[in-house]
């Protein structure tokens, strides 16, 4: 399974959207629990969504719930996170993953086996 951030990053004003898109490479894609993670300059990599093969219960930092949304579309192999109301501490590298996570591991980086490359979001005040 490989995963490639394909689109969505960039720069944005604060209260501006933007979506981001991971395709998953490989035929168990559906098995696996899809996360976001982030990075600003200087920080630990931090957990901001998650959600598992199922689709049906998504999982958030508190820093973003309510403005962000995951979802997946395992026809495509495609995980999603529909960004709202952007912040400038939403700056950062967005990492998407894949791994085999359960609940009790789902927000940790060491649950994913699988990274992409990152792409940059950048929100200006």
């Known amino acids: 399974l490989m995963c490639s951030c394909r689109r969505g990053g960039g720069l944005v004003q604060a209260g501006g959207s933007l979506r981001l898109s991971c395709a998953a490479a490989g035929r168990s894609f559906s098995r696996y629990a899809m996360g976001w993670f982030r990075q600003a300059p200087g920080k630990e990599r931090e957990f901001v969504a998650a959600i598992k093969w199922g689709g049906a219960y998504p999982y958030y930092a508190d820093s973003v719930k309510g403005r962000f949304t995951i979802y997946r579309d395992n026809a495509e192999n495609t995980v999603y996170l529909q960004m709202n109301s952007l912040k400038p501490e939403d700056s950062a590298v967005y990492y998407c993953?894949?791994?085999?996570?359960?609940?009790?591991?789902?927000?940790?980086?060491?649950?994913?086996?699988?990274w992409g490359k990152g792409t940059l979001v950048t929100v200006s005040s």
């Open positions: 993953a894949a791994g085999q996570a359960i609940t009790s591991t789902i927000r940790l980086t060491n649950a994913y086996n699988y």
